[in-house]
């Protein structure tokens, strides 16, 4: 994109902000009508997504047609091929061969369901396998499977909380952590983002005698922070309260420094980082992000575990994890396991970006260990935030980069970022086409 094609990109938005302010009442739906129920007048009101659909910059529901370079890029519906910087598949493990070909294995083996629930017919020897491995890796004494990561926080967080109970959490906390709470009687109290001085604020007002759990995460996806899990575990110990750390960014990322090689870690998370797995009482994590396939599962202590298995009801009435996946899964932690060079590979590139970001000009956050990059350019423009970051995230794709345009109200307005998931797969290339791209959108719109 020249300069002159960066103005023309100017006009557009002026062009769209002035469609969009005068838009004609008359376009929304009669909810009212006969033939409509007026339960439904929500959905046939929304209409909050259609100028963006319209004017092509609608960022979600993007049709991927096919992964290429082992998952490094991808080809859209039209025939756009592009960089994909968009993605949780930290290590690159979804489109590992041996990952692939444990799947395909087990499709043979078991078939590609169990037709039931884990609790009745759904259980094998590969769902027990996982569960004993995954408690090995994470140095808990038991763990239990779900279909998926949500599902896991669905099952534990209403399982231990009662109208006594005082739940406290952060405030970036996942959805399906949130989600959890809301359904449960629990006394209620949010804190605000990994700042330990408000969480022990809030802990004091509590009793020290009554039930209470703290909840947090051990990576923050949009963030791309990391927990104060030292100080936090520490508060938590001060006041009686259990803990639970939600831990789907961590696994795969973060760990012990091995020994023969100090340039990377064991991959066993955030509670190894910090060398704490017998200060955190309950484990998440998931199989979506670094394990290159779909699940989740709780760690635990074996009575925990055990109570957990015959009563969360997300388990229990959910069919189980078919077997392909729990093959993938296993492969995956035998990967990351036996080739601590995959997560190195990971922090470089890491490292490549977030300095080349860093140097073009661009606000970035996060940690410099995580593989998340938040690019903050909400503050970048003076109005109109939110249709200028989707504006930028259709150049960025034009380009050909995917990344993920994040606004409110899952970050505060002004505070729109693009987020760069990086992964270990990635070459020195690709990174570097990306910046130059970062570089080129943002200088023609005047933001660097």
């Known amino acids: 994109m020249n300069k002159k094609s960066g103005m023309t990109l100017v006009s557009h938005i002026k062009n769209f902000l002035k469609r969009v302010s005068s838009k004609s009442a008359n376009t929304h739906y009669d909810s009212t009508s006969a033939s409509t129920p007026t339960l439904f007048r929500k959905a046939n009101d929304f209409d909050r997504p259609d100028e963006a659909i319209r004017e092509g910059i609608y960022p979600y529901f993007r049709i991927i047609e096919s992964p290429l370079n082992n998952g490094t890029e991808y080809l859209l519906a039209d025939g756009k091929r592009v960089i994909m910087f968009g993605s949780n598949d930290y290590l690159g493990l979804s489109h590992d061969a041996r990952v692939i070909e444990a799947s395909i294995k087990a499709t043979k083996e078991y078939g590609t369901g169990f037709g039931g629930s884990r609790f009745l017919n759904g259980n094998s020897s590969l769902h027990t396998n996982l569960e004993k491995r995954l408690s090995d890796f994470l140095g808990k004494p038991a763990v239990y499977l ?44 949010r804190f605000k983002h990994n700042d330990t ?32 899990l030292p100080k936090i575990c520490s508060l938590a110990q001060q006041y009686n309260a259990a803990l639970m750390v939600d831990d789907a960014h961590g696994i795969g990322v973060l760990g012990r420094p091995i020994e023969k090689e100090k340039c990377t870690n064991d991959g066993r998370g955030t509670t190894s980082y910090y060398n704490l797995e017998n200060k955190v009482n309950i484990i998440m994590g998931t199989f979506s992000k670094s394990l290159g ?156």
């Open 146 to 189: 779900f279909s998926t990561g949500y599902q896991a926080n669905q099952g534990i967080v209403p399982l231990i909380n009662s109208k006594e109970t005082y739940v406290v959490w952060d405030s970036s906390d996942h959805a399906s952590i949130i989600s959890a709470i809301q359904l449960t009687p629990s006394k209620k109290i």
């Open 197 to 228: 001085n408000n969480l022990e604020k809030k802990l004091k007002e509590i009793p020290i005698e009554s039930d209470k759990i703290v909840i947090v995460e051990g990576v923050y996806s949009m963030e791309g922070d990391i927990a104060n």
């Open 293 to 448: 396939t779909i699940g989740g599962f709780l760690a635990a202590d074996e009575k925990i575990i055990y109570y957990l298995k015959h009563n969360a009801s997300s388990g229990i009435f959910s069919a189980s994890l078919p077997a392909p996946l729990v093959a993938a899964a296993l492969k995956s932690l035998e990967i990351i396991q036996n080739e601590p060079e995959r997560i190195y590979s990971l922090a470089q590139n890491t490292k490549r970006m977030r300095e080349g970001l860093a140097r073009i000009g661009y606000k970035i956050g996060g940690d410099e260990k995580i593989p998340i990059v938040p690019v903050y350019i909400g503050g970048l423009f003076k109005e109109n935030r939110e249709i200028n970051a989707l504006l930028f995230a259709k150049n960025l794709e034009e380009e050909g980069l995917f990344v993920n345009p994040v606004l409110s109200p899952a970050v505060r307005s002004g505070n729109e970022l693009i987020r760069v998931s990086l992964m270990s797969t990635h070459t020195n290339e690709q990174i570097d086409y990306a910046l130059d791209k970062f570089e080129k959108v943002g200088k023609n719109l005047g933001l660097i």
